[in-house]
């Protein structure tokens, strides 16, 4: 992928040359930089791995008194849900009733 030195569009490999689409600036082809060029062409797909039946196991867990039913472990997530310059929120699940609740720094 080639971008335009003059307007900074995409370029278009035509031939021998790197062809804008945008603004019609034109410059030759370097196929010895082009050939360390990394591509997704040729590359073998991955496996996908279903984690559905031990995904709540991996989730990291910690102390936290549990409001319902006074389970001290949670599963626990961080979330930024307000202005980026305030602090996340953190979110707990109790291990055990499934109960949800949300600790704010305030």
Do not use: L
């Not at 102390?63 to 949670?74: F, G, K, L």
């Not at 626990?76 to 109960?99: L, N, P, Y």
């Amino acid at each position: 992928m080639e971008f335009c030195d003059e307007c900074g569009s995409m370029m278009k490999a035509d031939d021998g040359t790197w062809t804008c689409g945008s603004c019609g600036y034109e410059k030759d082809r370097d196929t010895a930089a082009e050939k360390q060029m990394v591509t997704t062409q040729g590359q073998e797909e991955s496996e996908i791995v279903d984690m559905s039946e031990s995904e709540e196991d991996a989730r990291p867990s910690t102390e936290a008194q549990c409001p319902e039913c006074d389970n001290d472990r949670a599963f626990w997530e961080m979330k930024q849900i307000r202005a980026a310059d305030e602090s996340e929120t953190r979110f707990f699940e109790c291990t055990k009733c499934g109960q949800k609740w949300r600790e704010d720094d305030h």
